[in-house]
């Protein structure tokens, strides 16, 4: 596993210096269940309504689902985040605006 470097600004101007080992990928999405997750920002869903038909092109025995979140820019409630991810293998999270 290779480790890569990236780096973050943050509007706060807190630094932090995490390394971090890049997460596995899959070789192949056939058959995998895809979550499209909007935080419910305006527009959001939009970005996901392209990207659910670049999936279907490009992956179509991918196994693709929706999911809104509650409500936007408050920290779900919880377990929300946890029982989307218990269903699917991968996700897309889109913001709005």
């Known amino acids: 596993m290779s480790t890569n470097s990236i780096e973050v600004l943050r509007p ?5 210096d995490k390394k971090a080992e890049a997460a596995v ?10 979550g499209l997750v909007w935080n419910h920002k305006d527009y959001g869903e939009r970005l996901l ?5 670049i999936f279907k092109e490009r992956y179509p025995k991918a196994i693709l689902s929706r ?4 409500e936007c820019c408050k920290k779900p409630p919880e377990g929300e985040i ?5 269903k699917i293998d991968a996700v897309v999270y889109t913001l709005g605006d």
Do not use: C, H, Y
């Open 12 to 16: 706060t101007g807190m630094i932090v």
């Open 82 to 86: 946890e029982s989307i991810a218990e």
């Open 25 to 34: 990928r899959d070789t192949s999405l056939d058959g995998k269940k895809i």
């Open 49 to 53: 309504d392209a990207v659910e038909e």
């Open 67 to 70: 999911w809104q979140l509650e």
